[in-house]
């Protein structure tokens, strides 16, 4: 792990000068920053985290860092480089440490097409995996925040990572990014969950990070086999309804999720096909918290 | 598995899952997926493999109980669509 007793001065001058270099799931991850609240992100979210060495092949070298020149001075702003790219117009410097986050999953959903990358959370109970495809305001982080604090393996908030070779999906544990009223629903639920700071105004809204669970981070190689597939969709005042959804619209839903399924064209169908044949589909409407719990446990 | 994966690399490339009710179909040219069902699917398939019209006529007219003057409109009105998302050229 990052030496937890690595303190905050030498994380962010490691950042500025070699780099910070740990280890999520299956990627293998270097950054650097000259920016203090990267630094304390990074200390605060990322310090049980398998450090690597330098001699570890790294599948993503990111830099977080301020913008030069007098932008320094008048309304600073933060970059997010990788592999000398710049995917991201530059962002208020306030927002660096969400910005690291976004441009992680960036790097993944670009990078990593040895796996279907489905737009999802992907948790887990007594071995079974359960997906919750999601478009933002539909809920999967939220619900996934709250099923993690109550016993299940947080294996993504984000992405899941299906392989194409043996249907598995992989465990990438990072922060839970919460935004807006979840962040207080979460907090209101789960009182000994640690949070971030709140990230005010950014284009998602105000967002804030939920830390994962040392036993995810511990898990974080161990993969899941995928048992329900279950579409969230977040509607005020309406009725709880968990529906059994067939097969063949399931996997239309899917298609909609998956980010890099054209790229692996009908290998990304196929495991798309394989995966909704061998989990139990469910569309699944509600409208707070309690009951979106009740429906999902009543399937474990 | 309950389904059926019928691969048809002929003029275009697609692939197919069948459930019972409905069949989802994949074109790797376009990228596109496409939810029919599965009788559908089926007629999709032989037109593909170059049955006659009449044979397809006789295969809706069978499977909806319909005439034949009305199997062939349905039929016309397939071509269109299947045409028009590309399935068929």
Redesign the interface.
């Known amino acids: 792990m990052l030496d937890p007793v690595d303190s905050l001065k030498k994380i962010n001058k490691d950042l500025k000068h070699s780099g910070v270099r740990f280890k999520t799931g299956p990627f293998n991850i270097a950054v650097t920053s000259n920016i203090p609240s990267v630094a304390k992100h990074i200390h605060h979210f990322y310090r049980h985290y398998q450090k690597i060495t330098k001699a570890d092949f790294v599948d993503f070298h990111v830099e977080v860092n301020s913008v030069g020149g007098y932008r320094r001075f008048y309304k600073p702003q933060v970059t997010f480089v990788f592999d000398g790219y710049e995917p991201f117009i530059p962002l208020p410097i306030e927002q660096a440490p969400a910005m690291f986050e976004w441009g992680l999953n960036w790097c993944v959903a670009n990078v990593a097409h040895q796996y279907l990358i489905i737009h999802s959370a992907i948790i887990e109970k007594d071995g079974r995996g359960l997906i919750l495809p999601g478009t933002p305001g539909s809920g999967k982080s939220t619900l996934c925040a709250a099923l993690v604090n109550q016993g299940w393996r947080l294996l993504s908030d984000e992405m899941a990572l299906l392989s194409i070779t043996d249907g598995l999906v992989y465990p990438a544990p990072r922060p839970v990014s919460l935004k807006n009223k979840s962040i207080q629903i979460i907090k209101q639920f789960a009182p000994n969950a640690i949070f971030g700071d709140v990230v005010m105004d950014t284009l998602k809204g105000d967002i804030s990070h939920m830390v994962a669970a040392k036993e995810a981070i511990v898990e974080q190689e161990v993969p899941v086999k995928p048992a329900l597939l279950v579409f969230p969709h977040y509607q005020e005042n309406s009725k709880k309804q968990l529906i059994v959804q067939?097969?063949?619209?399931a996997?239309?839903a899917l298609?909609e999720h998956a980010f890099n399924f054209?790229v692996l064209?009908?290998a990304g169908?196929?495991c798309m096909?394989n995966l909704v044949?061998q989990v139990d589909c469910y569309d699944f409407t509600y409208s707070d918290l309690e009951s979106a719990l009740s429906g999902i446990n009543s399937l474990v | 598995?309950?389904?059926n994966?019928v691969n048809i690399l002929v003029a275009n490339k697609l692939?197919i899952?069948q459930?019972q009710?409905?069949?989802?179909i994949?074109n790797?040219e376009s990228?596109d997926?496409h939810?029919l069902l599965s009788f559908q699917a089926e007629l999709l398939i032989l037109i593909l493999n170059g049955i006659s019209k009449a044979q397809l006529i006789k295969k809706i007219s069978e499977n909806y109980q319909v005439d034949k003057e009305e199997s062939e409109v349905f039929l016309d009105n397939l071509y269109l669509e299947y045409q028009k998302i590309n399935l068929i050229d």
């Not at chain 2, 009710?21 to 989802?24: A, I, L, P, R, T």
Request: glycine share 10%; net charge negative; no cysteine.
């Open positions: 067939k097969k063949s619209r996997l239309m298609g054209n064209g009908d169908f196929d096909a044949e | 598995m309950s389904f994966v692939k899952y459930w009710e409905e069949s989802v994949y790797s990228g997926m939810l």
